[in-house]
């Protein structure tokens, strides 16, 4: 398979299930960005300690470094519609128990900690059932279409919907978000189990078939392809900046910037409306540069809209870089998922997925922790920066597959 192929352009039939996958991707998303717009702020009032504040959001990656793999060999055994509700059904019931700490006046920094491990913790399974189940509900030929309209619909969700809810949400009181999202959790779930997918048939299991040697099976089919191992690579350290930015977003606008919360409600809400544009140019691109070389476009450009995130001292600056970060990294991601569900063989995509997201999300928790340091020694914008020179050397990485 060459880096530059046609691509087709199909689009997927919203019945045979992938209209109600949509919906409670949709939904879900929709309760998440409420969750992700307000915790941040709800740390920044806890403590203006950068450390503390990006060892939150490291705590919400780290689960795939310890459970990541895990997730992919149990999403390849069980049933990947039960495991989904089921997922979605428990995150909503602990979603409802913080909301009520923290209506109690009970939240602290350790409270945020260990919601962001034990949600990612769940995830790492949602994730990867999620990625085997969508081959089983649309044809291959319309698989790109499918993962960048569900990006997409995220992203409207995330941007147009919940994002301008958060002030009045929070006027409401701090826990009324969190509170939302266990309710969208659940709504979630009911969606996801009404879903009339038959059970995935599986050839027989060897005898002393272990967990052990399914995650190194889906190992070595990553390490195999050429294509998957220079993108999970490229991935990797791209998130190592990503993560970073992520974590300290909240301080670069409110304190380097000197914009405040509604500064930063403009910049996740810029970042939003790139993606859901990025959604709507992914296919087109992979039409016409084929997906590798549309990814190694999107890490270029996403490194220039990072130089001047960090170097530009205006908001209206800020807003711009994001819109255009977040447009780029919908055409990675949705070409990268696509890509991957592509080449990998169809009884093993659980353990391939979990394997791609575990080393591409490894560098995640690291860089938070490296802006947090970074950014309280050097300057609250030196985690852009470094994210620009990490993004640049993903580019880097995924020059050889350029044919």
């Not at 995150?91 to 949600?119: C, D, E, P, Q, T």
């Not at 060897?206 to 990553?222: E, F, H, Q, W, Y």
Request: net charge positive; hydrophobic share 60%; with cysteine.
């Amino acid at each position: 398979m060459t880096a530059v192929q046609a691509v087709e352009a199909r689009a997927p039939a919203w019945r045979g299930g992938f209209g109600r996958l949509w919906s409670a991707a949709v939904v879900s998303k929709f309760g998440d960005s409420l969750r992700t717009a307000a915790m941040p702020l709800l740390a920044a009032t806890l403590t203006r300690d950068p450390v503390l504040v990006a060892l939150v959001s490291a705590c919400g990656f780290l689960p795939w470094l310890l459970f990541g793999l895990l997730g992919g060999a149990v999403a390849d055994r069980v049933d990947q519609r039960r495991a989904m509700w089921a997922v979605d059904a428990v995150r909503g019931v602990l979603m409802a128990g913080f909301a009520v700490a923290v209506a109690l006046g009970h939240a602290s920094i350790a409270l945020l900690m260990v919601v962001a491990f034990a949600l990612t913790t769940l995830q790492t399974l949602f994730d990867n059932a999620a990625t085997a189940l969508l081959p089983s509900l649309v044809p291959t030929t319309a698989l790109g279409s499918a993962n960048a309209r569900l990006m997409t619909g995220q992203q409207v969700a995330g941007t147009f919907l919940a994002a301008p809810l958060v002030p009045v949400l929070l006027i409401q009181g701090p826990s009324v978000p969190y509170a939302a999202d266990a309710v969208t959790y659940v709504v979630a779930a009911v969606l996801i189990a009404s879903l009339r997918v038959p059970a995935p048939e599986r050839a027989p299991r060897p005898a002393g078939s272990t967990l052990r040697g399914d995650i190194a099976a889906g190992l070595k089919v990553l390490w195999a392809d050429r294509q998957l191992r220079g993108l999970c690579t490229a991935t990797t350290l791209g998130n190592i900046g990503v993560g970073g930015l992520i974590a300290t977003l909240v301080l670069h606008v409110t304190g380097w910037l000197d914009a405040g919360q509604s500064g930063f409600a403009a910049a996740i809400t810029a970042y939003g409306v790139g993606s859901v544009a990025g959604g709507l140019l992914a296919g087109r691109l992979a039409t016409r540069l084929g997906r590798i070389r549309s990814v190694f476009l999107a890490g270029l450009v996403q490194t220039a809209a990072l130089v001047v995130l960090g170097t530009v001292r205006e908001l209206w600056a800020a807003v711009a870089a994001m819109a255009v970060f977040g447009l780029m990294g919908i055409v990675w991601n949705a070409n990268q998922t696509t890509l991957m569900q592509e080449r990998s063989p169809a009884a093993m995509l659980g353990r391939v997925s979990s394997a791609f997201r575990t080393l591409a999300v490894a560098g995640a928790p690291l860089g938070a922790l490296l802006a947090g340091l970074t950014a309280a020694a050097r300057g609250l914008n030196t985690p852009a920066l470094m994210a620009a020179v990490l993004m640049g050397l993903a580019v880097a990485a995924l020059a050889p597959l350029i044919n």
